[in-house]
């Protein structure tokens, strides 16, 4: 039985599994969560479900752009979607100093990776490094890109936001955190 491909359809209102969501006009959704070894050569296997949410090259391999995320990860995105997150930062505006400066920080941290056949990906030195990565990882897929994390550091991000569910469950409700704690009787809610 093979892996289902998530993806969103082009309005974003309905789930639907098929191939990659890119090829069909949709966005394809990076989910969940895994832990992996980084191998001798600094190879890691990335999981099918993420795979397949990256485009095939002429030679029917496995593409992405592997860059600097923020609070200590690696990014993995498909092409695509490093375009679509890149419109925040405008790669045309030569004339501004700032702008430059920050092109070329972020662009001098990105690579353009190939999947091996066996779904490995080689992480660069200076990203592996940066990152903080030496033997365990744990990838998350998030929305549009790939997460890739030190097990460590993944661990310790996840133990000090451990209410992190509380605050989303206040934005998916739109409850503020008193009215929650007062549903609960919690102090604004006791007699």
């Given at each position: 039985?093979?892996e289902?491909?998530?993806h969103?359809?082009?309005?974003?209102?309905?789930?639907?599994?098929?191939?990659?969501?890119?090829?069909?006009g949709?966005?394809?959704l990076?989910?969940?969560d895994?832990?992996?070894?980084v191998?001798?050569?600094?190879?890691v296997?990335?999981p099918?479900r993420?795979?397949?949410?990256?485009?095939?090259?002429d030679?029917?391999?496995?593409v992405a752009?592997?860059?600097?995320?923020?609070d200590g990860c690696?990014?993995l995105?498909?092409?695509n979607?490093?375009?679509?997150?890149?419109?925040?930062?405008d790669?045309?505006a030569?004339?501004v100093?700032?702008q430059?400066k920050?092109q070329?920080?972020?662009f001098?941290?990105?690579?353009r990776?190939?999947?091996?056949?066996?779904?490995?990906?080689?992480l660069?030195?200076?990203?592996?490094?940066l990152?903080?990565i030496?033997?365990d990882?744990?990838?998350?897929g998030v929305?549009n890109r790939v997460?890739?994390w030190s097990?460590?550091?993944?661990?310790?991000?996840e133990?000090?936001?451990?209410?992190?569910?509380?605050?989303?469950e206040?934005?998916?409700?739109?409850t503020s955190?008193?009215?929650r704690a007062?549903?609960?009787?919690?102090p604004?809610g006791?007699?």
């Amino acid at each position: 039985m093979g892996e289902k491909n998530t993806h969103m359809v082009p309005s974003g209102g309905e789930w639907s599994a098929g191939g990659n969501g890119s090829a069909q006009g949709g966005t394809f959704l990076f989910c969940g969560d895994s832990r992996h070894t980084v191998d001798a050569k600094k190879r890691v296997f990335l999981p099918k479900r993420f795979q397949q949410g990256l485009p095939l090259d002429d030679d029917g391999n496995r593409v992405a752009v592997l860059t600097r995320g923020l609070d200590g990860c690696l990014y993995l995105f498909p092409e695509n979607g490093l375009q679509r997150a890149l419109k925040r930062m405008d790669t045309e505006a030569f004339a501004v100093k700032d702008q430059r400066k920050l092109q070329r920080m972020f662009f001098s941290f990105t690579s353009r990776v190939t999947l091996d056949a066996s779904g490995r990906l080689l992480l660069p030195d200076k990203l592996r490094k940066l990152a903080g990565i030496e033997k365990d990882v744990v990838m998350l897929g998030v929305e549009n890109r790939v997460e890739i994390w030190s097990a460590e550091k993944w661990d310790e991000f996840e133990a000090t936001n451990a209410d992190a569910f509380e605050e989303l469950e206040d934005v998916l409700t739109g409850t503020s955190p008193a009215a929650r704690a007062a549903a609960n009787g919690g102090p604004d809610g006791g007699d």
